[in-house]
Every structure is written in structure tokens, then in C-alpha cells.
T-cell receptor, first 111, second 111 residues
């Protein structure tokens, strides 16, 4: 599979702060997805992006499909303690079928 | 209740034993996947199946086997040939849109 570079690896922030994380690839992707995983659970889909330049929101979360089709960004505004978890980017290339995953961004939020 | 059910949630295996992880879905999705997750790592694809009686190797298939005799079921066997089987195993499905939905996971530990 294709390797996705996700950064930062971890973030430790205060409640109310905004958060940004990103994901890059050396290959062009047709689809970018963002998932959140709570400890000991399976990942849950947050946002799906299908078109270069697309900007999509889900509550306090906003994600963008980069115009080069090789990157994606996720922003979380006004973070709250329940935002704690690991956030994964995932994508599918032109020639691929199954999702390729980044290594995740671990988010800790202090009250 | 619609969803993906993985069982058991925790599994202990002695060295040299084969064990089978169950994944059942009632979402009527054609595609099913098995991923392995290690601490600090992203999800790595073991096997996937796009249709009944057909499956393909993923990036780390060695030491694993699967079957897809029914649309609802995609069990994963971790064989004794898998030298480092301790990990968190995740089953996923999608309906062809690449938006994968995950089960709750099975944590396998070798004792």
C-alpha cells in the first residue's frame, strides 16, 4: 500500500484551542477520509472527501482535499475534552482499492 | 441493530496455536477487510474480499488466512506461522464507496 505521512504525531492542548493536522502522500489519491479512534475501539468515520479542493465540515470539524490531490487537512475548532483520541487520515489511490492509513495523530485535551 | 460484530474482544493464544477471529456484518456490504494495528502505527491491511468466495492478500498477509463463504462473514485465522501476532485486529466493511466502517476490534495476545 501507499505510505501516508501524518503530522503531528501528537498534540497536547488546552480546552478551547483550535487544532490542525495534515496528511501527505507521494501518490495522487482519489479519496481522503478522516477517522477518530477511542482507546480499545474501532475507528469511526468523521469526514469523507472525494474531490480536489473540496472543503467539508462536520460540526466543529473541517477537512479539505488538497488541490494537488496528494494532501489533506483536518481542523478542529474550540476543542473539548471528548475530542481526545487518535485521528487517522486514510485514502485510496487511482490504482488501489483498500484504504491506506497514516500513523495517526494522538490528541490530548486538558480542561 | 445494524453493524459489524467482532468476537471475541480479547483473545489469548499460546505460541504455536492457530486462532480464529470472527467478523460478522448485517449491513449487506459486499466488501470486507481485515486490518492489524500495532501501538503508534497506522492500520495495515492483511486481507480483503470484494465478493463471496473471493479474497485478496493485503500488505501483510503472511501468517494469516481467511475465508468468505457467506456475504455476512469474513473470519481471520492467525496461524502459527505468524511470528509476532500480538496486536489489535480490526474488521471493516464498505458498500463500494470506499467509506469503510469498522468493528470494535479484537485484541490478541500471545502468552
Amino acid at each position: 500500500g501507499q505510505q501516508l505521512n501524518q503530522s503531528p504525531q501528537s498534540m497536547f492542548i488546552q480546552e478551547g484551542e483550535d487544532v490542525s493536522m495534515n496528511c501527505t502522500s507521494s501518490s495522487i489519491f482519489n479519496t481522503w477520509l478522516w477517522y477518530k479512534q477511542d482507546p480499545g475501539e474501532g475507528p469511526v468515520l468523521l469526514i469523507a472527501l472525494y474531490k480536489a479542493g473540496e472543503l467539508t465540515s462536520n460540526g466543529r470539524l473541517t477537512a479539505q482535499f488538497g488541490t494537488t490531490r496528494k494532501d489533506s487537512f483536518l481542523n478542529i475548532s474550540a476543542s473539548i475534552p471528548s475530542d481526545v483520541g487518535i485521528y487517522f487520515c486514510a485514502g485510496v489511490t487511482n490504482s488501489g482499492y483498500a484504504l491506506n492509513f497514516g500513523k495517526g495523530t494522538s490528541l490530548l485535551v486538558t480542561p | 441493530d445494524g453493524g459489524i460484530t467482532q468476537s471475541p474482544k480479547y483473545l489469548f493464544r499460546k505460541e504455536g496455536q492457530n486462532v480464529t477471529l470472527s467478523c460478522e456484518q448485517n449491513l449487506n456490504h459486499d466488501a470486507m477487510y481485515w486490518y492489524r494495528q500495532d501501538p503508534g502505527q497506522g492500520l495495515r491491511l492483511i486481507y480483503y474480499s470484494q465478493i463471496v468466495n473471493d479474497f485478496q492478500k493485503g500488505d501483510i498477509a503472511e501468517g494469516y488466512s481467511v475465508s468468505r463463504e457467506k456475504k455476512e462473514s469474513f473470519p481471520l485465522t492467525v496461524t502459527s506461522a505468524q511470528k509476532n501476532p500480538t496486536a489489535f485486529y480490526l474488521c471493516a466493511t464498505d458498500r463500494g464507496s470506499t467509506e469503510a466502517f469498522f468493528g470494535q476490534g479484537t485484541r490478541l495476545t500471545v502468552v
